[in-house]
């Protein structure tokens, strides 16, 4: 019942978020780029749903332009940390050994790291754009993903069928590809979706400290730290982006409560 | 009636605490902590701010920015241009009580002329910056000291009056210890420094024993009255957080208002904001040296495809007005010959960007988020520029990052603000020069460089007048960067403050002024 | 075990805090601007610039600086500030204390509130008080820490004006208004973090609820509530101790966004300013400092936790 509930509502939410990302390259009501400095800061109207911003852009093209952007970042970001991640979890896993205990030490430097100082000097090194964001964030989530895929590969390679693959004399990579990889793969899915809520949470704590995705791109990040001063003179330029990653999180943490709870047998409701 | 009793004693406790809250400081907020103690020294702005409280020079700047009579009472120039004679003010004090005499000012004119102190302006004064240099420092008796310099010097008494400087601001020998370290500073200002908690707040307190000029106040000179027996500078990084603070009564004195707080507090009753023209100059700096940007036409073409008095009143309303010419509007030199400014020209931008063959590359901008104007005037002219054709991609980047691409020169275009410049000769000077050994330089031009040279030894004001005129039109003509408009100096502060007064330096003064 | 198990975590944790180390000292050089041209602004000449930056000892090259400073720091000297000078390490603790202050007030709070609720909706799991927690504490977590922040400096701050809505007074100075001043952080940060580790006690419990002993403890006829109080509750501790780890550890790095939202001097302010500023010293030192706290408390949670180990306790 519940799994049901939250595979309905998460599933939902996050169609609307991605379908709104995905149109907003095609479609947005306005020009989100579009500057009219006469027109700064009107309240919600007919033609503005949401009134306009600082530089009196329309914020409800903003929003949904910041979607796209958010959404790309995030899920950017989960490619890079998953794919990073899962290879140094598997190397460290499999080989186990030194290998293992100097990628592990690797691995807890970086998650002892801020992600502030990260993002700024990979935004340095990279000039500011939301690459260097992906890059950042990515690499800053990779130690997490690399000690569950290790977590699960130590687990796996125990299992008589790895032994059996090595015994019959396939090599460790084709083992790992064939055997240990897809073992992973039940605990990365539920990762990953947490990963694309963090991210977009991480963008917008980042953005807002000055250090996100630069604009005149909109993220909701982006749109919430330009916000700040208004808070009580426009109060709809802080609620907007704020309800929107507060919404996306929702779906993104029910989708995911009801993905572990599918995949994971172990939890599901007796 | 328990409860009504306890409220009525707990009222009469807060009223007979009321005249001790009266006494309670006059709070501004700075937006970043003070770097130091020592004026000129390890500083920034709000270090200066607080500094002119404490400390005065012979001379300072008036409320135009000229060199005035502080300390000194008169100063005589030798008519070869090179001795300056300064007489002492008589009956003034140090917050130590002891009288002020030629010796300590020596004193303090020697110590900031030695390298080891590391004082700012010590490359002006010295000869290194080609500025000025002094080849000799006496004090014939108590009440006079004369500097001799190595050649005239146009720029000799508005440098030692810089704030940046400290106002070369004479100290009692006890500002340092017996080791010859840093203690703190005991000036001649109408406050003495209190406590300073590191990243909360400095406190001044009342000089009792300050001796004022006669009359009005006059920027760092003029009469300075210690209205209120503390003063404490609260440090507010977040300006959010600073308005909020003002509005909730935790600060008196705002002393930093960015532009976007502006409109909600203007509309309050319990507020008053005013705003003064000041000498920092916002201006797009274009790299001449860029394959692209070093075509002229294409820099005209940028200038043609902004409408600045549109981006003026859009992100500033009508606090200051457009500016083209290096020299700010506060200035006296800023004649009239240097108030025109090309109209926006959609047609005669394209026209030169098809004659310099112009397709569409991207020109990249950089631009920060510490300034909120600099931002918004970089976002502003991205999207005028794109009327024309001309495709702007804007790079926003900390503030350290952006000085740094500043100071090598590394850059197309960027959104920039310079700190105020209070000589018309600076205001020059900090544009132009050789990019081979200054990158930061912006314009290199031979004849540029040579007028501004010339403005530097010479002292007939009309003279001085046709360079700066002259300079102009071929500033103009150039185009090596297009200069928006000067920064108003805001200051935001409680109904019940009285004498706050903003103005060109940007620096806040709260002599004379009081809380009710 | 304990005693030489605890000195070879400790061990263990030397490496990676020299890393960290290295990798902030790194990285802070790689990003360009340094605390000499931002002292200098737009005015700074060449020969300024040098004289400044060798007063400051960054004319040195990296690994001497790297190594003065690390021999410095093993000797506890974490140097001075460059920006205005002050010793880093008691600036480093000044700031802790206040950013203690919050976090460790609202983790407990979170703590307090969390372990019961997400123990009693595992023991109802599936009934429509086990939905109304879980979903409670998802909606807790999918907000925005910097928002709920936002939102709540508006409404208590600024509309109701019940809160100052600037700055911090130390306990020491002033006991009253230093609460007034931490209580919105503290609210924030408390709510955010009961979402997190509602779920993570909920979860931890089911799983204790499955094991053999409480179904042996049932079937010795003991009371629900009893088993719930003498078995579940106490063995749910362990992994939600665990989490505390963790959620103690990134809220230390994370804790600037609130700072910035509140203007507090804490330690994560610190930070971000002495990034901004580029006060090589104070970064290199806070960092040093945050990591091995994150390392020490980590350390700490794993040796308590074979106290709150089901498998131990069941014995």
Known sequence: MRLRLNALIGGTL???????????????????????????????????????????????????????TSCLVAALTVLVAVALGSA??????????????????????????????????????????????????????????????????????EREFVEASVSIGNSAAYTMWRHVLPGTVSPLIVLATSLFGWAILAESALSFLGLGVPPPAPTWGNMLAAARPYLETAVWLSLAPGACIALTLLGVNLLGDALRDHLDPRSRPQ | MKIHSFLAGFAAAAL??????????????????????????????NTDTVMMHVVEGLVALNERAAPVPMLAEKVDVSPDGLTYSFTLRQGVTFHNGAPLTSAEVLWSLRRYMDPATQWRCLPDLNGRSGLAKITDMAAPDARSVTITLEKPAALFLSTIARPDCG????????????????????????????????????????????????????????????????????????????????????????????????????????????????????????QTRDPLLKDERIRRALALSLDVPELVTGILGQDTQPNASPLPSASPYRSQAQAGRPARDIAAAKRLLAEAGYRGQTIRMITNRRYPNVYDSAVTA???????????????????????????????????????????????????????????????????????????????QAERQAIFDELYRLFMAQVPMIILYNQPDYVAFRQNVRGVQPWSSGQTRLWNVSRD | MSATYALKRLGMALPTLLLVALAVFALLRLVPGDPAQLM???????????????????????????????????????????????????????????????VLVAVALAAAIAVPLG????????????????????????????????????????????????????????????????????????????????????????????????????????????????HVLPNAFGPTLTLLGIVLGNLLGGIAVIETVFTIPGLGRLMVDGIYARDYPVVQGTMLFVAAIYVLVNLLVDLLYPFFDPRVAAE
């Open chain 3, 40 to 102: 200098l602004g737009d005015a700074a000449d060449a020969a300024q610039l040098e004289a400044l930056r060798e007063s400051m000892g960054l004319n040195h090259s990296l690994p001497v600086q790297f190594i003065r400073w690390l021999g410095a720091a093993l000797q506890g000297d974490l140097g001075r500030s460059l920006a205005n000078e002050q010793a880093v390490l008691p600036l480093i603790i000044e700031r802790f204390q206040v950013t203690a202050s919050i």
């Open chain 1, 88 to 157: 140094i979890g598997l190397v460290a896993g499999f080989t186990r050994g030194w290998v293992d205990r100097m990628l592990m030490l690797v691995n807890d430097a970086l998650l002892a790291f801020p992600g502030i100082l990260l993002a700024l000097g990979l935004l340095a090194v990279m000039g500011p754009s939301q690459w260097g964001i992906v890059a950042a964030l990515g690499l800053a989530y990779t130690p997490t993903v690399a000690r569950i895929v290790r977590g699960s590969v130590l687990s796996i390679r």
């Open chain 2, 382 to 460: 991205q999207a005028m520029a794109a009327d024309a054709g001309i495709k702007i991609e804007l790079e926003v980047m900390d503030w350290a990052t952006q000085l740094d691409r500043y100071t090598r020169g590394d850059y197309q275009t960027m959104s920039f603000i310079y700190s105020p410049r209070l000589d018309p000769s600076l205001s020059y000077e900090m544009i132009s020069g050789p990019k081979d050994t200054q990158p930061r330089k912006v314009w290199e031009d031979p004849q540029a460089l040579a007028l501004i040279q010339r403005s530097m030894s010479v002292t007939d």
């Open chain 3, 119 to 230: 123990t009693i909706a595992a023991w109802k799991q599936n009934s429509s008080l086990d939905l109304a927690v879980v979903s409670g504490a998802t909606l807790l977590l999918s907000i925005p820490s910097f928002w709920l922040g936002l939102l709540l400096l508006l409404l208590f701050g600024l509309k109701l004006g019940w809160v100052p809505v600037v700055g911090y007074v130390g306990f020491g100075e002033d006991p009253w208004a230093a609460l007034l001043y931490i209580a919105l952080p503290v609210v924030t940060l408390t709510l955010i973090e009961t979402g997190v580790l509602t779920r993570m006690a909920r979860s931890a419990a089911i799983d204790v609820l499955r094991l053999e002993y409480v179904a042996h403890a049932r079937s010795k006829g003991l009371r629900e509530s009893t088993v719930l109080r003498r």
């Open chain 2, 167 to 286: 106002s070369t601001g004479i100290l009692h020998p006890s500002s340092v210890g017996a080791d010859g370290a840093w203690v703190k500073p005991v000036g001649t200002g109408p406050y003495s420094l209190g406590e300073w908690r590191r990243g909360q707040y400095v406190e001044l307190e009342r000089f009792e024993g300050y001796a004022s000029l006669p009359g009005e106040r006059d920027g760092f000179a003029g009469g300075k009255r210690a209205l209120m027996p503390r003063l404490r500078f609260v440090i507010i990084p977040d300006s959010s957080a600073a308005k909020a603070a003002l509005l909730a009564g935790n600060v008196d004195v705002l002393t930093d208002v960015p532009s976007p707080e502006l409109p909600d507090l203007r509309a309050r009753r319990d507020v008053s904001v005013v705003a003064a023209p000041s000498m920092g100059v916002t201006a797009l700096l274009l």
């Open chain 1, 14 to 68: 996050m169609a609307l978020v991605l379908g709104t990302a995905i149109t907003s390259y095609v479609w947005t009501p306005q020009n989100p780029l579009r500057i009219a400095m006469r027109a700064r800061l009107n309240a919600p109207s007919a033609a503005h749903w949401l009134g306009t911003d600082e530089v009196g852009r329309d914020v409800v093209s903003r929003l949904m332009a910041g979607a796209g």
């Open chain 2, 16 to 45: 007979s605490i009321l005249p001790a809250a009266a006494q309670a400081p006059l709070r501004a907020s700075l937006n970043s902590d003070i770097r130091s103690t020592q004026p000129g020294g390890n500083r920034d702005f």
